[in-house]
């Protein structure tokens, strides 16, 4: 299974960017789909997630500014950011894993492959 995210990119603060997860090696029909972050010097953090079903759940920080979607036909996920601050600097990754959206977001489950993540950078 790979996964590669992409769409990052330097924007100032209230902009917006829309971030791409490509998933290959699987039918992503039946995963969750989640978003992490990680900003300089701290720990990753869940974001948001997809479920199969596509029922969507998101970080406290991220409600009302972001939006996650799914494309299975494509095996796509996406993750639409708006309003964008500076503390949602960082690498964003993405997952895929047959999971409760609620465990992926809390680390409870930690995805066994993170892929390759993509770097956001908001100016103030």
């Known amino acids: 299974v790979q996964l590669q995210a992409s769409g990052g990119g330097s924007v100032q603060a209230g902009g917006s960017l829309r971030l791409s997860c490509e998933v290959s090696g699987l039918s992503l029909r039946h995963y969750a789909i989640a978003w992490y972050h990680q900003a300089p010097g701290k720990e990753r953090e869940g974001v948001s997630c997809?479920?199969?079903?596509?029922?969507?759940e998101y970080a406290d920080s991220v409600k009302g500014r972001f939006a996650i979607s799914r494309d299975n036909a494509k095996n796509m996920g996406y993750l639409q950011m708006n309003s964008l601050k500076p503390t949602d600097t960082g690498v964003y990754s993405c997952a895929a894993e047959l999971a409760r959206c609620d465990h992926l977001l809390t680390l409870y489950i930690r995805p066994g492959n993170w892929g390759r993540g993509t770097q956001v950078t908001v100016s103030s």
């Open positions: 997809i479920s199969a079903a596509s029922t969507t």
